[in-house]
């Protein structure tokens, strides 16, 4: 009768443990949820970004072949996609406008500037946008409108 007494204490002991490792178990999901939410938020902003880097330096380039080799090369960013089509038309927009913006400083800099400094500077130019808090706005604007985390519900 002891036995059975000792056995019953036991069995009860594992199922509130089983209980209490299934509730904290679900507490941790749910914390996870949100940290999935910043890491599609954070890999969809760098998508966003490096899309918008390498179309500003095809565009700025005059789309030449070797820029698009060394981009065909490069292995950088997320491999499913995660942009969509409106994204990829409003960095289309906004990388045609600061090509102009571009070739505009060029031609207004002709005899301004040190001879050998004119033309296009666009690494540096584009090292500003990337590095703008503008950018980063309007990719997490459009991060909200995308829905991301929506459309990966697996992980």
Known sequence: MVNKKRTS?????????????????????????????????QIYVDQ???TYFRSLLLKSYNNSEDIKNIINLDKSGFTEPILTI????????????????????????????AEGAEGKHILGYVLKKLESKRLDSVARKRYKYAKVDEQYPEY
């Open 48 to 50: 966003f970004k490096l």
């Open 86 to 113: 409106a994204d990829y038309r409003l960095i289309d927009s906004l990388t045609t406008a600061d090509n102009i913006q571009l070739t505009v400083d060029s031609t207004t800099s002709i005899g301004r500037v």
């Open 9 to 41: 204490t036991v069995n009860l002991f594992y199922c509130v443990l089983a209980i209490t490792c299934l509730l904290f178990s679900n507490c941790k999901t749910s914390g996870n949820s949100a940290s999935h939410k910043k890491v599609f938020k």
